[in-house]
């Protein structure tokens, strides 16, 4: 069976990959010239959640039951039930895989928690509440990416003041995610590989007001204006690694 890596970049605005950015992404530059590109239309509500679980199932939506984050039983305001992993009942690329014969790598993909068997190996993502709790399948792949990156960080905290403890704490849990995924691909017999990077929603949330002149509380001349490029130019780096594997 071939292999299949695909990447994904939660929230990545492709005004800013395929256009605004591009002169400085030579590696995504690189895919977008040797294959196909453009613009599709997002899963409708366009949120973390169900985008990535139709993308992986082809089913809407309203087949998942996912509509976002929070669900109201019943109509209700008062009965509130939170996506996961266990509301998932449909087929996803993995279980195809699966069929086919493979084994796959999960890296992130929502939703990931609890963390559910796969033919392969699965590390949770950001609705993972902490990594003390069990992140991973099988339980102990936990301990061995430890020993690969100190502390892995499956999220970090973005609606916070202190700007520049966000820009350090973004930049070394993505180091770290791109750490364990070059590690998994170099050590894993896999036919299929997924992750999905989430830090580029959290520098979008927090920035995107800095480096946008259009945006109704932009701050001009602020020191964080050129956070989100440093950041694209951080993942086209950590993608190339990938790519030379």
């Not at 061995?144 to 970090?156: F, S």
Request: hydrophobic letters at 40%; a negative charge.
């Amino acid at each position: 069976m071939r292999k299949a890596l695909l990447i994904g970049l939660d929230c990545a605005a492709p005004d800013l990959l395929f256009n605004r950015f591009a002169d400085k992404l030579p590696n995504f530059r690189r895919m977008m010239e040797k294959g196909v590109y453009g613009k599709l239309e997002s899963s409708d509500p366009p949120i973390t959640i169900p985008a990535w679980t139709v993308m992986a199932s082809s089913r809407s939506p309203g087949f998942l039951g996912l509509y976002g984050f929070r669900h109201r039983r019943d109509n209700s305001y008062k009965d509130i039930w939170i996506a996961s992993s266990r509301r998932v009942r449909a087929k996803r690329i993995w279980d195809c895989v699966a069929e086919a014969g493979g084994k796959s790598c999960l890296v992130g993909v929502p939703p990931s928690y609890p963390p559910f068997p796969v033919e392969g190996w699965l590390v949770g993502g950001f609705i993972t509440p902490d990594t003390n709790r069990n992140y991973t399948y099988p339980e102990e792949l936990a301990q061995e990416i430890e020993e690969v990156v100190d502390e892995y960080q499956v999220d970090v905290e973005f609606r916070i003041e202190d700007k520049r403890s966000l820009v350090k704490d973004l930049f070394e849990m993505t180091e770290k995610h791109f750490e364990v995924i070059k590690h998994l691909m170099r050590t894993r017999d896999w036919s299929f590989f997924m992750f999905v990077e989430i830090g580029l929603d959290r520098i979008h949330h927090a920035f995107w007001k800095y480096f946008d002149e259009a945006h109704g509380l932009h701050v001009p001349g602020s020191e964080f204006e050129g956070v989100m490029e440093d950041y694209y130019v951080l993942l086209d780096e950590k993608v190339g690694e990938l790519l030379e594997l």
